[in-house]
């Protein structure tokens, strides 16, 4: 991974930021993105100290087209040619029926994980398609498939990720861009915090009795998918941990 450009959305905590740590281990030149800038310097500043590798960072909010489509038409030229692009950044707002849904948590999960990861993609893959080299990988979830009540709508827009993911290699068919998604059960990072409304106590309760997948665990598989021979292209994975059956199943201690 020596000099490949890596770029990952929501690198400023969890998953991305595990997924910049696994990267910059291997010596990747690492493009990171976010809104939250200071959480991301932190972490570009961390990385250039522990693994003495390039980052750049980005602000950017993926649900904003314009600002898509302008900041990355504009990258310094030395930033430019990205190897890997990494869809991470996305969240899961409210958790209720649907009948009681809150449109705005709706509005906010479809335009980051699905309207986001697509913006985010069709900025990207020209060039990498130009260059003939290249992979997509998306973080969608568990959830894309195993749909749960009261998580309705994110299991609808992780489900719009796996149909974007198994259309996008129909869509590329020919080229040696590579396309992968990523499944992860329940990950311990500031995902419950934030679908509950930064109510920490509740978000404590998701993970109680139980070890959930981290998200250096994610960011090894990730890395994985990444690091396969260039003929190889890993399709899908999904991981859980081992105490969770189904994304509502979970064996937890009663201790
Ligand atoms: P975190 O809340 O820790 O990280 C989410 C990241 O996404 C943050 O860096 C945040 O950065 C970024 N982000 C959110 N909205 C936007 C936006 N509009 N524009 C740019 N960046 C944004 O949660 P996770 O690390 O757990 O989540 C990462 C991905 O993993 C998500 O797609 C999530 O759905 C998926 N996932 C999580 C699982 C879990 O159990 N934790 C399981 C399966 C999948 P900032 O706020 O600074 O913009
Ligand atoms: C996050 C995992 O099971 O909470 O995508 O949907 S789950």
Redesign the pocket.
Same mark, same amino acid.
């Given at each position: 991974m020596r000099n490949r450009t890596v770029f990952i959305?929501? +690198? #400023? #905590? %969890?998953?991305?930021e595990a997924c910049a740590n696994a990267f910059a281990a291997a010596s990747a030149r690492l493009l990171l +993105?976010? /809104? /939250?800038m200071d959480?991301l310097d932190e972490v570009a500043s961390r990385l250039r100290t522990e693994y003495d590798v390039e980052v750049h960072t980005i602000e950017?909010?993926?649900?904003d087209v314009g600002v898509v489509s302008r900041v990355l038409a504009e990258l310094p030229r030395e930033w430019s040619e990205i190897d890997v692009l990494v869809n991470?950044?996305?969240? +899961?707002r409210g958790f209720g029926p649907v009948p009681e849904g809150d449109t705005r948590d709706w509005d906010e999960m479809m335009d =980051?994980?699905v309207k %986001?990861l697509l913006y985010v993609t069709r900025a990207v893959l020209p060039a990498m398609l130009a260059r003939d080299r290249g992979h997509v990988i998306n973080?969608s #979830?568990i959830a894309g498939d195993e749909v749960y009540p009261n998580g309705v709508a994110y299991c609808a827009s992780k489900a719009a990720v796996d149909a974007i993911s198994y259309g996008l290699r129909m869509d590329i068919a020919g080229s040696s861009v590579r396309v992968t998604n990523i499944k992860?059960?329940?990950?311990e =990072?500031?995902?419950s915090e934030?679908r509950f409304h930064g109510d920490r106590d509740r978000a404590a309760k998701v993970y109680a009795g139980v070890t959930p997948l981290s +998200?250096a665990d994610v960011a090894d598989t990730v890395f994985y998918a990444a690091s396969r021979p260039p003929h190889v292209n890993i399709d899908e994975i999904k991981l859980k941990p081992v105490a969770q059956a189904t994304a509502t199943m979970v064996a937890r201690d009663s201790g």
């Amino acid at each position: 991974m020596r000099n490949r450009t890596v770029f990952i959305t929501g +690198a #400023s #905590s %969890g998953i991305g930021e595990a997924c910049a740590n696994a990267f910059a281990a291997a010596s990747a030149r690492l493009l990171l +993105a976010a /809104r /939250r800038m200071d959480r991301l310097d932190e972490v570009a500043s961390r990385l250039r100290t522990e693994y003495d590798v390039e980052v750049h960072t980005i602000e950017l909010d993926v649900r904003d087209v314009g600002v898509v489509s302008r900041v990355l038409a504009e990258l310094p030229r030395e930033w430019s040619e990205i190897d890997v692009l990494v869809n991470n950044a996305g969240l +899961a707002r409210g958790f209720g029926p649907v009948p009681e849904g809150d449109t705005r948590d709706w509005d906010e999960m479809m335009d =980051t994980n699905v309207k %986001g990861l697509l913006y985010v993609t069709r900025a990207v893959l020209p060039a990498m398609l130009a260059r003939d080299r290249g992979h997509v990988i998306n973080i969608s #979830s568990i959830a894309g498939d195993e749909v749960y009540p009261n998580g309705v709508a994110y299991c609808a827009s992780k489900a719009a990720v796996d149909a974007i993911s198994y259309g996008l290699r129909m869509d590329i068919a020919g080229s040696s861009v590579r396309v992968t998604n990523i499944k992860p059960g329940m990950v311990e =990072t500031e995902f419950s915090e934030v679908r509950f409304h930064g109510d920490r106590d509740r978000a404590a309760k998701v993970y109680a009795g139980v070890t959930p997948l981290s +998200a250096a665990d994610v960011a090894d598989t990730v890395f994985y998918a990444a690091s396969r021979p260039p003929h190889v292209n890993i399709d899908e994975i999904k991981l859980k941990p081992v105490a969770q059956a189904t994304a509502t199943m979970v064996a937890r201690d009663s201790g």
